[in-house]
């Protein structure tokens, strides 16, 4: 009956202790050269964004991942958007990818994305041609959906921010 009973003490401190362990572990980050290449490597689809997104780059990276596009400036066949990102991402080397729809429902993946006077722009190439300027494109970011209408010159941009040089 004794053995019984430092058996199961025994076997429920070392589960304790792999568990301990294995949350160490994972709070520890991931390197940033790990997260730039998981990043780069990562190929979400617009359904399954946010899944997709935590499943290629990391749960615990994309739930640190706060922000909100301020700008969006079509020009032909060409979208930028710029994020104001809190950090860590927002100093982070590494860009979790982004994804923008047109009215079309044609969809795409960031390409470029390079930071600027303190803000992520993303570019787009969009693959048909565009003769006119689009009335609205939808971004598919972290956390977030957001559809934005374009003005007459291509360009968008928040309340709460004023037009960041090009």
Same mark, same amino acid.
């Given at each position: 009956?004794? /053995?019984? !009973? ?9 589960? !304790?202790?792999?568990?301990? !362990? ?25 359904? $399954? ?74 570019? /787009? ?29 291509? $360009? ?11």
């Amino acid at each position: 009956m004794k /053995f019984k !009973l430092y058996a199961l003490i025994g076997g429920g401190a070392l589960f !304790l202790g792999v568990v301990a !362990l294995l949350t160490w572990l994972n709070a520890q980050g991931v390197p940033p050269e790990e997260l730039a290449r998981r990043c780069e490597a990562s190929s979400p689809q617009w359904k $399954s964004y946010q899944e997709d997104i935590k499943g290629q780059v990391g749960a615990a990276p994309v739930a640190q991942w706060h922000g909100e596009p301020v700008y969006v400036h079509q020009k032909g066949n060409t979208v930028e958007v710029a994020f104001q990102i809190m950090p860590p991402w927002g100093t982070s080397v590494a860009a979790i990818p982004v994804m923008l729809r047109d009215p079309l429902g044609h969809e795409y993946i960031s390409g470029q994305a390079k930071r600027k006077d303190g803000l992520r722009w993303y570019h /787009f190439s969009l693959e048909s041609p565009h003769m006119s300027i689009l009335p609205w494109v939808e971004i598919h970011y972290p956390h977030q959906e957001r559809r934005v209408a374009l003005d007459s010159d291509g $360009s968008w941009r928040s309340d709460t921010t004023a037009e960041p040089a090009l």
